[in-house]
């Protein structure tokens, strides 16, 4: 099987788990990991509040991607906010994170949204570089702000 | 009638696109409207992408707050994401803004929301301000990113 980009399925949710506690420690954000597999499952297949996506390649789990829609008033439409894009470190180089940010793009324009956003760390150079690449726009006078309970 | 926050109905459309063209005009980005009042109400009304609050005083409009939900892999729930509040000039400084913010606050965390996001621009000096007397906090670090389709 060549690399596959698949809708998530209720039985990804251990899997897909891993692969984020693995992208909360190339963030160094192990603390912030509260999700649980449960969690996850719930999130996603119970209450829809975001969409995950699986990438394989010969059936092995290369990476995943995490999305939801936001909302802009200016356009009166609701956005995709790309929450994660990850790519396993051995996987990477080979342009699946290419072939899953164009899938995106896609996705995005097949349900009608005006815009994809998402966050990119101010450090993590090879990510702003490939977003660049993807014809993205940074744009740092926007501040992220954010209340915790 | 004292001020008021309430759930905003269909009918208030029209008045909220005004509002959001007095916010666009503030931040500089008239240009960026392409929402009118019919776009505004299919989406928040039809399609439930965002949800919207009108603020009144004496039954006048004295702004608006427009929220959605995003995601959080970390946490593993949807967050609150405010997408804008205003008050008009006019009203400012008589703590309308800081109400709606508490009102805000507290629809999240009875929404089981683990935290409440939103951008502001570096420029806007009276909003970071404001967000800080909030108890945010500013992540710089985080920089967004936007493909427009």
């Known amino acids: 099987m060549p690399f596959e980009i698949r809708a ?3 039985g990804d949710a ?6 984020i506690n693995e992208l909360a420690e190339y963030e160094k954000m192990t603390d912030m990991v509260t999700a649980t597999a449960e969690t996850l499952e719930a999130s996603i ?5 975001a969409e995950a996506l699986l990438l394989t390649l010969d059936g092995e789990a290369v990476g995943y991607a995490i999305y939801c829609f936001n909302f802009s008033t200016f356009k009166g439409r609701a956005g995709l ?9 051995q996987y990477r180089g080979r342009g699946f ?4 940010f164009e899938y995106l793009k896609a ?3 097949r349900r009608g949204c005006p815009r994809m956003e998402w966050v990119c760390l101010d450090w993590n150079s090879p990510s702003l570089e490939f977003y660049r690449g993807m014809g993205a726009e940074a744009l740092p006078q926007w501040v992220l ?4 309970f």
């Open 8 to 10: 998530a399925v209720r």
């Open 14 to 19: 251990p899997l897909i788990m891993a692969l």
């Open 45 to 49: 297949f119970d209450r829809h509040e």
């Open 81 to 89: 906010y790309l929450e994660d894009i990850y790519v396993r470190p």
């Open 97 to 100: 994170g290419t072939k899953t």
């Open 107 to 109: 996705e995005a324009q």
């Open 145 to 148: 702000h954010r209340i915790e």
